[in-house]
């Protein structure tokens, strides 16, 4: 079950190999987003997105910027959930007055490899949603991420229901089958 702060997907808007409007899967994922540049010398403030800060590590490439382009990190510190970025090339506040505001961006291929029953968000984001005595729910059309534990938002016939991420409610997530199968605790529907 997807927890914390994972990569989020970003969808792609573009012409897929199947030549659809909209690609199924996002071709990047959002790992940070530009608060402000920093000081004078080309610094970035970025809040840190993912539960890998190692992505902002020296030599590190990103996306940054509408429409996004390709970025090195020349160096980072980490402070919490803010890390200090210079990137190379951009060496004064004018050069990277640009990015403020924009999201930090990793090709998908690049997603980190998840322990097992963990899950990235736009892994979940589609599923169906079947409940152990064979009723089928809805779609799973976001995923809500809270202090306690993160909420799958099914959308249902003419509704929603809010399903907490939790063991004793999922039962089974299958990536592969498109399927999610879940047990409807009182008071849950």
């Known amino acids: 079950?997807?927890?914390?702060?994972?990569?989020?997907?970003?969808?792609?808007?573009?012409?897929?190999?199947a030549g659809k409007e909209e690609s199924a899967e996002p071709r990047f994922l959002v790992v940070g987003h530009v608060r402000a540049p920093h000081g004078v010398r080309g610094e970035l403030r970025i809040t840190i997105l993912t539960d890998f800060p190692e992505r902002f590590q020296e030599q590190a490439e990103l996306w940054m910027g509408s429409p996004p382009r390709l970025v090195v990190v020349?160096?980072?510190?980490?402070?919490?959930?803010?890390?200090?970025?210079?990137?190379?090339?951009f060496d004064d506040r004018?050069?990277?007055?640009?990015?403020?505001?924009?999201?930090?961006?990793?090709?998908?291929?690049?997603?980190?490899?998840?322990?097992?029953?963990?899950?990235y968000i736009h892994e979940v984001v589609g599923l169906e949603v079947?409940?152990?005595?064979?009723?089928?729910?809805?779609?799973?059309?976001?995923?809500?991420?809270?202090?306690?534990?993160?909420?799958?938002?099914?959308a249902a016939d003419e509704k929603e229901i809010w399903l907490p991420a939790i063991e004793d409610?999922?039962?089974?997530?299958?990536?592969?089958?498109g399927r999610m199968v879940v047990r409807l605790l009182p008071g849950l529907v």
Do not use: C
């Open 1 to 17: 079950m997807p927890r914390g702060k994972r990569d989020a997907p970003v969808p792609h808007r573009g012409h897929g190999s």
């Open 74 to 89: 020349q160096r980072a510190r980490i402070q919490g959930d803010v890390a200090r970025v210079k990137l190379l090339g």
């Open 169 to 177: 409610v999922v039962l089974n997530i299958d990536i592969h089958g």
């Open 130 to 154: 079947w409940t152990d005595e064979g009723e089928r729910l809805g779609v799973v059309s976001d995923v809500l991420s809270l202090p306690a534990n993160d909420i799958y938002v099914v």
């Open 94 to 119: 004018d050069s990277v007055e640009g990015f403020r505001g924009s999201a930090v961006l990793v090709p998908l291929e690049q997603a980190m490899p998840l322990p097992d029953d963990t899950y």
